[in-house]
């Protein structure tokens, strides 16, 4: 069964720094990729984030870009991120999230496969 580990979300102020962290399980003959999606109140789910697991090179959307770094550790099957300067229309629910296709960039939310999501709201 695939079963993402999601946290650290939580409420913060507009300038501030967060990470999330997540740990995968259920993927029995691995995976190549793992990001995030987020989706903000009242949109569709956005896919922010991603990190090839083979070689470690990182896919972007231009919202978080220069401001959000994700991370891995295969051995602990654990991805991370870390959000500096933090604004208050990063406020959303975060995903982390295996792409369908197994590559980056991540895309396709309904195919993807997510977690529960962790909360993130910033206060401005």
């Known amino acids: 069964e695939v079963q993402f580990e999601e946290s650290g979300g939580g409420w913060m102020q507009s300038g501030e720094s967060l990470r999330l962290s997540c740990v995968v399980h259920?993927?029995?003959?691995?995976?190549?990729?793992v990001g995030w999606f987020r989706q903000a109140p009242g949109k569709e789910p956005e896919g922010i984030s991603c990190?090839?697991?083979?070689?470690?090179?990182?896919d972007y959307a231009d919202s978080v870009t220069g401001r959000f770094t994700i991370s891995r550790d295969n051995a602990r099957n654990t991805v991370w991120m870390q959000m500096n300067g933090l604004k208050p229309e990063d406020t959303a629910t975060y995903y982390c999230a295996v792409p369908y296709n197994f590559r980056c960039p991540l895309r396709s939310w309904g195919r993807s496969y997510w977690g529960q999501g962790a909360q993130v709201r910033v206060f401005a």
């Open positions: 259920g993927f029995i003959s691995g995976y190549d990729a």
């Open positions: 990190i090839n697991t083979k070689d470690g090179s990182t």
